[in-house]
Nanobody, 127 residues
Framework: QVQLVESGGKLVQAGDSLRLSCAASGRSLRDYQVAWYRQTREKDREFVAGITRHDTNIEYADSVRGRFTISRDNAEKTVYLQLNNLKSEDSATYYC????????????????????WGQGTQVTVSS
């Protein structure tokens, strides 16, 4: 029902900031819960951050809490992930995922519950 495209990943230095974008093609994400995951060759896909409809619930992984921020634009066609104070262990391919939910649904942490995925964007942090 929705196509997602991530962008914004690049090579940066430790301590730098990035903003990743997850753009919905041709439709709004107003009825969808959206999450960011990341994956490396050494680790399985892991939950990073998630946001519910109407921003009623936001969840972060312990490793990024206080440094990363997830948000929606006013038209709810794009979801962002602001990455501040980047560390080398943040290097990964970052994926955007979405699932249609009731308005009251809390953030889901299980990737199997997300039916729509983007192709990923690479973030590499040196040092």
């Amino acid at each position: 029902q929705v196509q997602l495209v991530e962008s914004g990943g690049k090579l940066v230095q430790a301590g730098d900031s990035l903003r990743l974008s997850c753009a919905a093609s041709g439709r709004s994400l107003r009825d969808y819960q959206v999450a960011w995951y990341r994956q490396t060759r050494e680790k399985d896909r892991e939950f990073v951050a998630g946001i519910t409809r109407h921003d009623t619930n936001i969840e972060y992984a312990d490793s990024v809490r206080g440094r990363f921020t997830i948000s929606r634009d006013n038209a709810e066609k794009t979801v962002y992930l602001q990455l501040n104070n980047l560390k080398s262990e943040d290097s990964a391919t970052y994926y955007c995922a979405a699932r249609r939910t009731a308005f009251f649904a809390s953030v889901a942490l299980t990737p199997e519950t997300y039916h729509y995925w983007g192709q990923g964007t690479q973030v590499t942090v040196s040092s």
